[in-house]
């Protein structure tokens, strides 16, 4: 890799001597999982094994684990680190949100973490769940930032209403972001009623223009079905079928890259989804049969989603306008999956905000007036963002 040029993240600064009074003399935890690498392929957590003035004294695990090898929803237990000897407290299991327990043996806890800048995303969760336990704890709170491979210019998606937080939605903020962790950890924190004593450890040569290919960085896959960064672009729409009985593409080769059902025509939903005029994107009817997760071993009709101009593709129009076409041709199949319990949220609720898309999807017109409301609101985001942008 030619690193002539590249982006240096926040651990690739650590590892390169980087000092700060909040580690001098410090016991330090850290969050992360295989993406806190740096450039040269060493993980984090190396590196904070291995400063001179800080002992590193506890682990915190997201979902998927701290080696990311559980499947989405895999709940888990802490363990204990085997070469360190040092516990690793899990953040998706009996506890969500850190207890008085598990940063008792700390004064810093550093987040490294590869977030992909979406609202949906756990990683972003846990984190605003962190600094609300660090406030409470009076611990203080080292981001070490990395690049938002989507860039940091494109905004989408309507605010998450109040009375919707869920670990796929903690915060009020857009479905996709255009911040880095770095920044959107500064934003959540100043919002907070007890902020938590905060810094970003900033990157060196990031621009809100680049792409993740353009930083000449490793790309680790995040979590287990989100390998490439193909992905990656899609996510933000096609994320929303989670909250329906169509399959997001778990259990194939192309998880949230594909959707489909036993019951579907690919074809003639690609041709439905062209009269809408989507820009820089391309659906394309795919057969698949998913090894694992819904519809599994039977064979699905069902459309690819192609990006063919990233900056101009709009991930949750896409989406949405999929969801709608999907509900009028298949009033009979599709369907939204039904709250786990009496008296909770549809999951899909949880995932758009609110119930709005649940309840008006069907309808055209209602379509086009709920990307007008969310854009107004994406609109709105820029704004209530600036004060906490760290890159031009």
Known sequence: MNRGNHVRTGAD???DGLSHPWLKDARIGLMTNPTGITAGFVSTVEVCAGLPDAELTALYACEHGLDGELQAGVRFGDTVHPRLGIPVFSLYGEHKNPTPTMLSEVDTVLFDIQDIGVRYYTYASTLIHMIEACAEAGKRMLVLDRPNPLGGSVVEGGVLNAGYESLVGAWRVPVRTGLTVGELALLVNSEMEVPCELEVIAMDGWKRSMEFTDCQLPWMLPSPNMPTLDTVKVYAGTCLFEGTNISEGRGTTRPFEWIGAPW???EQLAARFRSHGQKGVHVHPVYMSPTFSKHAGELCGGVRIFVTDSREFRAVETGLVLLHELASLYPDQF??????????RYFMDLLTGGKEVREGIHDR???????EVWNAQAKEW???RKPFLLYP
């Open 13 to 15: 600064r650590l590892s």
């Open 264 to 266: 579907m025509d690919g």
């Open 335 to 344: 369907r939204f999956l039904e709250p786990p319990q009496p008296g909770s």
């Open 365 to 371: 017109g209602e379509l086009y007036r709920l990307i």
């Open 382 to 384: 820029r704004e209530r």
